[in-house]
Nanobody, 127 residues
């Protein structure tokens, strides 16, 4: 089955840190941008951070800028999200997915432009 497998989610106190991992299975990610998205209960899925394959440049949702860092390891077909200074409002299921467009210049944050969604990993920021 072609999908990502996310891991690393947990219950963490506000101000804490987590590192999420995402590994692709059955396909390669070298030529595509990869995005991390999240979905909180009752809300639409939203982009958190996306990273290109061309130069590794990244996009961050305003509320996570300065706190989250995205990175990728093409040799491992993996993408990571380092999350620091977690807040209760970061609570959500986190997913990664691959851009449908090969070698896109820049990034897109539209969920309709991504595929190979995994099952997600739950992040809960609560004391």
């Amino acid at each position: 089955q072609l999908q990502f497998v996310e891991s690393g989610g947990d219950l963490v106190q506000p101000g804490g840190s987590l590192r999420l991992s995402c590994a692709g299975s059955g396909f390669t990610t070298d030529n595509y941008a990869i995005g991390w998205f999240r979905q909180a209960p009752g809300k639409e899925r939203e982009a958190v951070s996306c990273i290109t394959n061309i130069d590794g440049s990244a996009y961050y949702y305003d509320s996570v800028k300065g706190r989250f860092t995205i990175s990728r390891d093409n040799a491992k077909n993996a993408v990571y999200l380092q999350m620091n200074s977690l807040k209760p409002e970061d609570t959500a299921v986190y997913y990664c997915a691959q851009d449908l467009t090969r070698q896109r210049v820049g990034v897109t944050t539209s969920t309709r432009q991504y595929d190979y969604w995994g099952q997600g990993t739950q992040v809960t920021g609560s004391s």
